[in-house]
């Protein structure tokens, strides 16, 4: 995986956004904690936000299962921002196994940056 | 081809040349053998109401191919609301035929299919998608009616298929050449079979590496070189010989008309070839097929539900007993059971999802849901239907002794009811009843998209037990609960501490 982490300007600001969380296959909490740390580890330089008001580079959805109730919606809303989309046991319309969630977010995300 | 009206369909058969077997004797034409008409005419409701402005809405649909309008039975499914109308569709033909219109099979195996081969290529770097597309293109174009044939006689279930003592219990590949395959096998209780344009095969169970030949899809004509069919029995089959009224359903028959359909080395090309060896992709072509068809029962089997609902009340009123509050509660039952079906398979649509090929699945976990209900709910209310009918549904006697001068008067007087039913009103209303509820209908609805057992092994898996354990073990206060710390303002030891404090203290006040 290659990242150019170092050459980043201002900190690269990811806006959260989360399914109402019904009836998840997946622990979405636990989805985006692994992942700030996973991203820390790497050294980059990333902010997880859930602040909707707030300006961000891009936009990851946090779909509990893949029949994905927020999809559609966000991406209309956010129109503009790249966006990523975990659907349960899918990363946009990848399958995945949950332990590989966080690998998979991390290559997307550094393909952004 | 604009989409064939009900007419066109069955003349559209004449064209076919299907070798069909049936009591031991070659059948020459379908359309024209007595004993095919009902499920000709079953089918053919499929093509007839999409021409009908009052039911167009849900029986056609946009290619997303070509743009065009066609007939939903050869759409692949683009979004949550062309799940939900592909039931509604299912619920709407179960009520105009009473029976099974056979032509869902096709449907769930096209959409299996596209969906499958999607994800084989991806994987694999093969053009199946490609190819399917193509051959989807024309079943579109020529509105056919492809019967998906899944089940394999299969011979001794505790063996592999290729450690069978008959190889051709289980279709698969003899011989691969610069041009296609050769296969020979034998496929069981295929739906609609016989009056179908052509058939598209997928394998049956998930296969290991030792099974690649077994691991096979294809689509071929149903007059092909080498196929012939055996089309089975069915309880009271033949009282459509002995006259319309003993039929029960004369007009649409009962359940699907199966076949078994025996292949003996059959040449399929490869560009209607969709799977050839890839056994790692056949969990999901059967899972993707069997979400797909069991789905589908929470809509046909309701709208046959409609129908003898609707039957049970008429019998009641007819024998001067439809208030009665036992008769009004039967009717509640079974109502509320059909509606209960109902509401699964609306779930399986609404909770579906993209899948990475661009068509959409419908929930598996509820659409497995859905049919075990159904093998069980059928019953039920066909119980209380006969209960409401009474017993008459099984001793009737002939039409001939009806028609006969000798017998006829006496015996209709014997079948009257409530002053004004024409007394055979009531005997063609029991015979429906008897048909829908005695006859091969039940164990259609038990074994049809595979046995109840078939449904709980997928239940089970795709339950998330451990995220259940999970939800348990944090109100049970074995795991820890953030979202209670958050309400407490601290951790849970610390809060627990403080409230068995306080009760000592307040117990010391009592005291």
Not at chain 2, 333 to 342: L, R, S
Request: aromatic share 8%; net charge negative; with cysteine.
């Amino acid at each position: 995986m290659t990242c150019p982490f170092g050459l980043l300007e201002s900190m690269f600001t990811i806006g959260v956004r989360y399914c109402g969380g019904c009836n998840p296959q997946i622990d979405r909490s636990r989805i985006v904690i692994d992942l700030r740390e996973g991203l820390k580890k790497m050294g980059l330089e990333v902010e997880l936000t859930t602040e909707k008001e707030r300006a961000v580079d891009m936009v990851l959805i946090v779909n509990g299962c893949k029949h994905a109730c927020l999809e559609a919606k966000q991406v209309e809303s956010d129109c503009g921002y790249p966006v990523i989309s975990v659907r349960g046991e899918m990363v946009d319309d990848q399958y995945v196994e949950e332990g590989d969630i966080i690998k998979i977010l991390i290559q997307r995300i550094c393909s952004f940056i | 081809m604009p989409m064939m009206t009900g007419r066109e369909y069955i003349e559209s058969l004449r064209a076919t040349k299907p070798e069909v077997y049936f009591l031991g004797q070659r059948i020459k034409h379908i359309v024209d053998e007595p004993m095919f008409q009902p499920h000709l005419h079953g089918a053919a409701m499929t093509y007839e109401l999409a021409h009908h402005p009052e039911y167009e809405q849900i029986m056609t649909a946009t290619s997303h191919l070509t743009g065009e309008k066609i007939n939903r039975f050869t759409h692949v499914h683009h979004g949550i609301d062309d799940l939900v109308k592909k039931v509604r569709m299912m619920r709407l033909l179960g009520q105009k035929t009473g029976t099974c219109f056979q032509r869902c099979v096709g449907l769930d195996g096209l959409n299996a299919i596209y969906v499958t081969t999607y994800d084989i290529d991806q994987k694999y770097g093969t053009d199946y998608h490609e190819r399917f597309k193509r051959y989807l293109l024309e079943v579109q174009k020529n509105d056919w009616m492809p019967a998906g044939a899944m089940t394999d006689a299969r011979g001794d279930r505790s063996l592999r298929p290729s450690k069978q003592k008959h190889p051709d219990v289980y279709l698969h590949i003899k011989e691969r050449l610069k041009d296609g395959v050769i296969v020979s096998g034998t496929k069981a209780h295929i739906t609609g079979a016989i009056n179908s344009h052509e058939i598209i095969t997928m394998p049956t169970r998930t296969m290991t590496e030792e099974d690649r030949d077994y691991s096979v899809s294809f689509a071929i004509p149903a007059d092909a070189k080498g196929v012939m069919f055996v089309f089975s029995r069915q309880t009271n089959d033949t009282r459509r010989l002995d006259g319309v009224l003993d039929a029960g359903n004369p007009k649409y028959g009962i359940v699907g008309g199966e076949a078994v359909i025996i292949f003996q080395n059959v040449f399929v090309p490869w560009e209607r070839v969709f799977m050839a060896g890839e056994y790692d992709f056949t969990t999901e072509l059967v899972e993707t097929f069997a979400g797909y068809h069991r789905s589908n029962y929470g809509g046909c089997k309701v709208g046959l539900a409609d129908v003898v609902i609707g039957g049970s009340s008429w019998i009641a009123e007819a024998h001067g007993i439809g208030k009665a509050s036992h008769i009004v509660d039967k009717l509640t039952e079974m109502i509320a059971m059909a509606e209960t079906c109902w509401s699964c398979t609306l779930a399986c649509s609404y909770e579906g999802y993209r899948t990475p090929s661009g068509a959409y699945h419908i929930n598996p976990l509820l659409a497995n849901v859905t049919k075990l209900n159904i093998t069980r709910m059928v019953y039920e209310w066909m119980r209380v239907g006969q209960d409401i009918a009474g017993g008459k549904i099984i001793t009737l006697p002939s039409e001939k002794d009806l028609n006969n001068p000798a017998s006829g008067k006496v015996l209709e007087e014997c079948f009257s009811g409530k002053d004004g039913v024409p007394p055979r009103d009531i005997i063609k209303m029991l015979r429906l009843i008897e048909n829908m509820s005695v006859g091969a209908g039940l164990p259609e609805a038990m074994h049809g998209a595979g046995s109840p057992a078939a449904q709980k092994i997928m239940i089970e898996r795709r339950s998330g037990i451990e995220k259940k354990i999970e939800l348990a073990e944090t109100i049970a206060g074995i795991r820890k609960d953030r979202d209670f710390e958050t309400i407490v303002g601290k951790d849970e030891k610390t809060h627990w501490d403080e409230v068995r404090k306080k009760i000592e203290e307040r117990r010391a006040q009592i005291h």
